[in-house]
């Protein structure tokens, strides 16, 4: 064996042990997400194909970083150190960033205009916006920012936001943007409340004449309302009879966003939705 391929062992002794590190992390976190209380010695050997002694040798340095801590039952859970990691990581997740690949690909699959938005008091701001070739240009941009009585989003962020959220929206002036515009108080409540019991919101034609849109909420990793996704399309383009399909799609979609940015209740959604 040459000096080189002597070298290399260390390297591949370590790289291994990295392996077996994270793969212990990976199953404590798994079998304590599904209901154990702590995961023992015995399991995490067999886990592993290894010794126990070679098991209390690599959560040494994990539990000294309470990446790892152990349990009265002599067993193992996560420590703060993985929560505190897993924060950091939640917290570095960018809402724009994460959203973009799903709204590109309902805006192709659709060929209609997907929005981003995120709240802001009682109003909604636009954050991102796709369009498709041969897509009928929208007025909405970037920065944009209106009120979320008018809004399929500011009725879903209403719908599934802080408990006084609605009764802020109502508090606030309503200005009539088109015929359609919803300025009866108890009207819009029951909307919000229908809104609440399909997953998403409608725009039929209340901000923009001719424009229909429908909207549901994008949750962040504390599983609370961080913005909204929706699809927008001239009336003639985006009929009312589609409004059932395209809204399942959209709740679907901000549902995968959500997941993107950590939410455990998005997740279970989805997972139930799958069965």
């Known amino acids: 064996m040459g000096s080189a391929d002597t070298e290399d062992v260390p390297v591949r002794n370590a790289a291994l042990s990295l392996r077996r590190g994270l793969r212990i992390l990976d199953v404590v976190a798994d079998r304590t997400r599904n209901g154990e ?29 309470d990446l790892l801590r152990r349990t009265a039952d002599a067993g193992f859970t996560l420590g703060l150190g993985a929560l505190l990691l897993g924060q950091s ?4 997740i960018d809402l ?3 959203a973009g690949p799903f709204l590109r690909r309902t805006a192709e699959q659709t060929g209609l205009t997907c929005h981003l938005v995120v709240p ?20 909405s941009r970037i920065g944009n920012r209106l009120p979320m009585r008018n809004t399929a989003s500011g009725k879903a962020m209403v719908a599934f936001g802080a408990p006084d959220l609605l009764d802020r929206v109502v508090g606030c002036p309503v200005t009539a943007t088109t015929e359609h515009t919803i300025v009866d108080d108890d009207r819009w409540r029951q909307e919000v409340g229908r809104t609440r019991d399909r997953g998403y919101g409608i725009d039929d034609r209340e901000n923009e004449p001719d424009i229909r849109c429908v909207a549901a909420p994008v949750l962040g ?8 996704m929706s699809i927008s399309g001239l009336a003639v383009r985006f009929p009312a009879s589609a409004v059932r399909e395209l809204g399942g799609r959209v709740v679907r979609t901000a549902l995968e966003i959500s997941v993107a940015l950590g939410s455990s209740s998005a997740q279970l959604a989805l997972a139930r939705g799958a069965r």
């Open 96 to 98: 724009r960033t994460a």
């Open 120 to 139: 802001d008091g009682t109003d909604i701001v636009y954050v991102d916006k796709v369009e498709t070739r041969g897509t009928v240009r929208m007025a």
């Open 37 to 65: 209380t702590s995961v023992r010695l015995t399991t995490l050997s067999a886990e592993l194909g290894t010794s126990k002694s070679t098991v209390l040798r690599l959560t040494a340095p994990m539990l000294e970083n």
């Open 89 to 92: 990581y939640l917290e570095g």
């Open 221 to 228: 990793h504390a599983n609370q309302v961080v913005g909204a």
